[in-house]
């Protein structure tokens, strides 16, 4: 796990009251004739929380606080749970080992990255995950749930499934999972400017999060 990177998790009863998703940069060239062309930056996209809005208490701002004084500011990433999105079933709901295909096993093949796939038609977008919640990954072989630690093990600082000796998926195989997952973010500023006689009057502070690549 790299350095920059704390495995800790965000304040749950905050981060579930925030408001945040996902963004994505794209350029557009609009011509005279009002044709336009539009490009993707980014081949992924990136997400944005204000963890302000889950501050409501003095305690809970507090917590913020000594949370962003432990990261030092933007140094450190950490995990934050999305409450929009931090389930492999679509929609979301309770987990099953059938929810997202990982691959094919080849009779050789141990390891496959956990991943997460929004729409089936039209431009289908994959989502590599990274940071699995320990303990709540499932996993299937050819359309069969096979047991945690004695099939596979799970890398949760990377997201890496990968098979033991014995159990490795056969050729043409399916190899399934479901899981929940964190996002890895890091504060995206290193001031928290807090006016308390105006959040006593009910004022929300910003406290920015960005996405980042771990």
């Given amino acids: 796990m790299p350095a920059s990177f704390h495995d800790v998790l965000f304040p749950l009863d905050i981060a579930l ?3 945040g998703g996902p963004e994505r940069r794209t350029d557009i060239i609009t011509f005279g004739s009002g044709r336009e062309e539009r490009n993707a930056r980014w081949a992924h996209s990136r997400r944005r929380f204000d963890a302000g809005y889950g501050v409501k208490t003095l305690d809970a701002l507090q ?4 949370f962003f004084e432990e ?43 956990l991943i997460k796939t929004y729409g089936s038609i039209y431009a289908p977008y994959t989502r590599t995950v990274t940071k699995p919640v320990p303990g709540s990954v499932r996993v299937a072989v050819g359309g069969e749930e096979v047991a945690s630690g004695a099939a596979f093990t799970c890398d949760a600082a990377a997201g890496v499934v990968t098979f033991l000796p014995g159990h490795v998926p056969a050729s043409g195989a399916a190899v399934t999972a479901g899981f929940l997952f964190d996002v890895p973010v890091r504060f995206d500023t290193d001031y928290l400017e807090v006016d308390l006689s ?9 406290i920015p999060l960005v996405e980042i690549r771990v």
């Avoid at 917590?63 to 000594?66: A, D, E, G, K």
């Fill in 17 to 19: 009251k925030s408001a």
């Fill in 63 to 66: 917590q913020v606080v000594v």
């Fill in 71 to 113: 990261r030092r500011g933007q140094l450190y990433g950490f995990r934050w749970r999305d409450r929009l999105d931090h389930s492999s079933a679509l929609p979301a709901g309770a987990i099953s080992p059938l929810d997202q295909t990982l691959g094919s096993g080849d009779g050789e093949r141990t390891a496959f990255q």
């Fill in 198 to 206: 105006a959040f006593a009057a009910g004022a929300i502070p910003k």
